[in-house]
């Protein structure tokens, strides 16, 4: 049987919803007519002040001939190429990293057969969990097992968020994966989808259970320190004080993999300087903003707590978390990084967000360190003793008055007062508030009664270590392959485990 697609199908949103209705009145048939196969596409369009309005496409079928309508199309077959498969040798290739793109490489190698051998320099995340939390209580990090290192990467403390560009078929099996893995069938089809924290935690135990029982091994607290060639291969690698034979090695790298990069350069392993993003949190309450951008507070109980994201021309936000707190996540002794999270409910009284502006070497230097540099050099900057972070309220910021008093803000272990242009460099701090100032034109109010902390320097990978196009292996060795965020080549949850998934599957036992 045919199908159809139906774009812009759009009406008032409301707590009753009946598709079925609302496509009978665009088409003008009976609901007997047809049929919807699936939802392909939900939005919400919030321009029309205090009326939101859904914006959906769906696949159709139809029991006679469907009615001409420019809105509706015949859904034609999607021919892709299926990529080479990659001979392998060995049945259980190691791969370094536990996150979206080690766990999803992973789940894609042993449809095709292979056991993989999983390490992460962290903990299980059920003690993962419990060191961050001692660290938020008390300020004592943990830096091999902490909200960037440790199975289930940094996704496990984030608001599980899974927005994705695209038709990628990658894409599309990651989504149908962790559906099968207790993800709600919504996250297919939501334009912004999302697990919460609880719910990336709760599929990543799940997907290690499924792996254990069809013969992966999973290695905690075991490092990658070093490796060994032979050719253009790798021949040995280190794991913690033990040498093992790996015929492939997958690194899975997160993007705060600093002493990791600095051992594969030293290597010999070729790595490039990529641009990132950098600067601070924004907390707001999250009544405001729901009134702000639904016009009405009362729309939050229909459409859950609202969302925002903008862009300027110096910066944009990034990571928005509604309902959210903001956490430390630092990976180094006396440095503070800060990220955002939530929990499936989005039931704190406040929200947060990223804005940050691009960087580059003109921002930096050429140095393949240089940005790395940068990085740390704020993180170090804003430390203060027990892991207290600088704050500043947005109206003193963008007035370049310092601050006196403690601002209120989820963060923990804790804030100071500061003046955050002294934080950035000049011309960073003059993009971020030029940043700040449109967002407000955009939404007038956005920024009064916010409270900024900072740095929010982890937005994505300063190195890149380069790979085949086509067959994805180093450009230095041709049985290692880096995926996902902290190799370069990906930005979020789906797309680095999309990144591993492609990998993954084309991985195959050579019989």
């Known amino acids: 049987m045919k199908t159809y697609t139906l774009r812009n ?5 409301r707590r009753d919803l009946n598709l079925e209705v609302e496509v009978a009145r665009k088409l003008r048939l009976p609901e007997a007519d047809f049929r919807i196969a699936r939802i392909l596409r939900k939005a919400v369009d919030t321009r029309r002040h205090d009326q939101p309005v859904y914006d959906l496409t769906l696949q159709l079928s139809f029991s006679a001939q469907p009615p001409s309508h420019p809105d509706l199309a015949e859904q034609k077959p999607v021919q892709t190429a299926e990529p080479d498969a990659i001979k392998v040798t060995d049945s259980h290739p190691c791969i370094v990293g536990m996150g979206p793109a080690g766990l999803f490489c992973a789940l894609a190698m042993v449809d095709n057969g292979l056991r993989p051998r999983l390490f992460d320099r962290g903990d299980p995340l059920e003690q993962r969990a419990a060191r961050v939390i001692e660290f938020w209580d008390k300020g004592v990090l943990d830096p091999e097992s902490n909200v960037q290192y440790g199975e289930g990467g940094a996704g496990a403390f984030s608001d599980g968020k899974l927005t994705s560009r695209g038709h990628d078929p990658a894409v599309q099996q990651v989504f149908e994966a962790m559906i099968s893995f207790g993800a709600p069938p919504d996250i297919a089809y939501e334009a912004l ?19 254990i029982e069809k013969g992966c091994t999973f290695h905690y607290r075991s490092e990658l320190r070093d490796l060994e060639f032979s050719g253009d291969r790798v021949s040995r690698a280190r794991i913690n004080d033990e040498w093992i034979t790996p015929g492939i090695l997958v690194l899975a790298l997160g993007n705060s993999a600093r002493d990791t990069f600095k051992m594969l350069q030293g290597k010999g392993l070729r790595l490039e300087p990529k641009p990132f993003a950098l600067g601070l949190r924004i907390e707001q309450k999250q009544a405001k903003i729901n009134e702000l951008v639904y016009g009405s507070e009362r729309w939050a109980e229909i459409l859950g707590p609202a969302s925002y994201r903008f862009t300027a021309a110096t910066g944009f936000t990034f990571c928005m978390c509604p309902g959210g707190q903001v956490i430390a996540a630092s ?17 704190n009284a406040f929200c947060n967000s990223a804005i940050v502006t691009p960087v580059s070497s003109e921002d930096y230097g050429d140095g393949l360190w240089d940005g790395m540099d940068l990085q740390r050099r704020l993180e170090q900057s804003a430390f203060r003793p027990g892991y207290l972070a600088p704050a500043q309220t947005t109206e003193n910021f963008l007035n370049g008055v310092p601050e006196t008093q403690t601002p209120a803000l989820s963060y923990l272990p804790g804030v100071y007062p500061v003046d955050l242009n002294t934080l950035f460099p000049p011309n960073i701090a003059k993009r971020l508030a030029s940043a700040l100032k449109r967002f407000d034109q955009v939404l007038p109010g956005f920024h009064s009664d916010a409270v900024l902390v900072a740095p929010e320097t982890r937005t994505s990978s300063p190195i890149r270590i380069t790979r085949h196009r086509e067959l994805l292996h180093s450009d230095s060795a041709s049985n290692l392959f880096p995926i996902g965020e902290g190799s370069g080549y990906a930005g979020g949850i789906v797309s680095s485990a999309a990144d591993g998934w492609r990998l993954g599957s084309r991985l195959r036992l050579d019989s």
């Open 9 to 13: 199908l759009r009406f008032p949103a």
């Open 331 to 347: 990976t180094e002794a006396d440095s503070i990084v800060t990220n955002g999270m939530s929990y499936a409910a989005r039931q």
């Open 193 to 211: 989808p999302h697990l919460g924290t609880e719910g990336i935690r709760a599929m990543v135990k799940k997907i290690r259970d499924h792996l």
